[in-house]
């Protein structure tokens, strides 16, 4: 058969560094070797460090990279040297392997006899995930009691690799240490300083970012203050690290309503979340909710730009929930009118091509080529080749194939006739919310109103 093209995933979590001290380099190393032995060429080295495998696959950044070049076609297997390095979790190992199938992509494990290349290794992979489940389990344990006998001993022993903001790391005798890091340490005086004088969290959080060009929100800040570590004490063990705030400073703050009044359990309904975007920086508008001044016990949602707020965005505004409920309610029949005409108009002047038959030719061609193969009759750099053009054909004429494929509007098309003005008001804001979602996918917006629908289709 052809090369094949190949990613190598070497992976420590940083609980396996607190035990075991394994080197990404020495899987490195061995994948490279394997690869090289077994005549595969690599594409590309996805090294995902200081994460643990227990985490979900889907949120870490090397692994999103890693499955981004899988749908594009670059890649025909990853390789890692134990099956444990690629995932100790059931149900997130089917989620990837769907997609890593849908591509036509196989793993292989190079120190272990487990491979999705063949039934018998598709056949051992379930049984060993679960093993390697309950061992990740287990190691978790033994991570606790490692960490835990630390901090006894006023070790470091924090999972993340940065300290609290104030903090440094230093070896003091040879042991990591927390200690106080002279860059940072005069601006937590001051808003520490600045509690005690005007007895406001948010007074102190602007005196500080304003004096020292911070862009810290609000919150960062107040778990800052809430956070016991500045008093020197650490999960119950005191002197941990020297202190910003004495224990009766701290008890205060954390009593006293005026400082810092921590957000009641409250579940709220955001009717429009996820639907709005900022008309600067295009990331979504994040749910937020306001008390009018006058009487703090109401309450309005709207929905503003994170990034506005701390400064990378020049989008300030805040959008109204009420105006955008109410923009939809006067204009969403007539703009939803106005789509389906649009969309039934398109769908009858669009020629229909026969899509169906290029997808089916160029299968037989990639039959025939695998039979001439099989038969000796080309080389193997010949057979890649044309392997490699004949899968980038298909993939084009299977896109052509999906981009042809007229949208479903018989959900818009029901709401449409429906008579679901007069029945909106008796609806719950969670039933509201998913009739809105059912029909829309964007709400455009001119500044901090609404101009426009994106409907789902």
Same mark, same amino acid.
């Given at each position: 058969?052809? =090369?094949?093209?190949?990613?190598? #995933?070497?992976?420590?979590? !940083? ?23 077994? /005549?595969?060429? =690599?594409?590309?080295? #996805?090294?995902?460090?200081?994460? +643990?495998?227990? @985490? ?14 899988? @749908? ?6 990853? =390789? ?25 992509? !196989?793993?292989?494990?190079?120190? &272990? ?25 287990? *190691? ?20 993340? %690799? ?7 790391? &230093? ?17 937590? !005086? ?9 007895? +406001? ?13 911070? *862009? ?12 016991? $570590?500045?008093?020197?004490? #650490? ?55 306001? !008390? #009018? ?83 000796? /009759?080309?080389?193997? &750099? ?6 490699? &053009? ?5 993939? %084009? ?29 008796? $609806? ?30």
């Amino acid at each position: 058969m052809g =090369i094949i093209r190949v990613a190598l #995933y070497p992976r420590v979590s !940083t609980e396996e560094q607190a035990l075991h001290g394994y080197s990404m380099e020495a899987q490195e190393d061995e994948l490279v070797q394997f690869a090289k032995a077994n /005549n595969m060429k =690599i594409v590309g080295i #996805y090294r995902d460090e200081g994460y +643990s495998a227990r @985490k979900p696959a889907l949120k870490r950044k090397v692994m999103q990279e890693l499955l981004e070049d899988v @749908k594009a076609g670059k890649i025909d297997r990853i =390789i890692f040297i134990k099956l444990d390095r690629w995932f100790r979790n059931v149900r997130e190992y089917h989620k990837i392997q769907e997609i890593l199938e849908a591509h036509n992509v !196989t793993w292989q494990a190079t120190m &272990e006899d487990y491979s999705t290349a063949t039934a018998d290794g598709r056949f051992k992979v379930n049984i060993m995930l679960s093993v390697a489940e309950n061992e990740a389990d287990r *190691t978790s344990e033994r991570v606790r009691f490692i960490f835990e006998s630390k901090r006894r001993k006023k070790q470091l022993a924090f999972g993340g %690799k940065i300290p609290p903001f104030g903090y440094k790391v &230093e070896a003091i005798d040879g042991i990591k240490r927390l200690v106080k890091d002279p860059e940072t340490e005069p601006i937590v !005086t001051d808003f520490f300083d600045h509690i005690r004088k005007y007895n +406001s969290v948010r007074l102190a959080s602007l005196f500080c970012n304003e004096k020292y060009g911070l *862009t810290r929100n609000y919150r960062t800040w107040a778990g800052t203050a809430h956070r016991e $570590l500045y008093t020197g004490t #650490y999960k119950g063990v005191e002197d941990y690290c020297p202190a910003y705030i004495t224990h009766e400073e701290w008890d205060h703050l954390q009593n006293d309503h005026v400082l810092i009044r921590k957000t009641q359990s409250v579940e709220r309904v955001y009717l429009f979340a996820g639907m709005l975007r900022c008309p600067d920086c295009g990331k979504t508008l994040k749910a937020t909710f306001k !008390t #009018y001044p006058r009487d703090r016990s109401v309450e309005y949602n709207g929905y503003r730009c994170n990034n506005g707020q701390v400064g990378i965005c020049t989008y300030k505004g805040t959008v109204s929930e009420k105006k955008v409920e109410k923009y939809l309610l006067q204009n969403v029949a007539g703009e939803l009118e106005a789509f389906l005409s649009g969309a039934e108009l398109a769908g009858r002047q669009k020629k229909k091509k026969l899509v169906e038959l290029d997808v089916a030719k160029l299968n037989e061609q990639l039959r025939r080529v695998n039979v001439v193969f099989v038969a000796g /009759n080309i080389s193997d &750099e010949e057979y890649a080749e044309q392997v490699a &053009e004949i899968k980038r054909k298909l993939e %084009k004429a299977k896109q052509a194939e999906k981009n042809e494929r007229s949208p479903d509007l018989k959900i818009l098309k029901q709401f449409l006739k429906s008579d679901f003005a007069s029945i909106y008001a008796t $609806l719950s804001k969670e039933d509201k919310r998913r009739m809105w979602r059912s029909i829309i996918e964007e709400i455009y917006i001119d500044g901090i109103h609404p101009c426009g629908i994106k409907f789902r289709a």
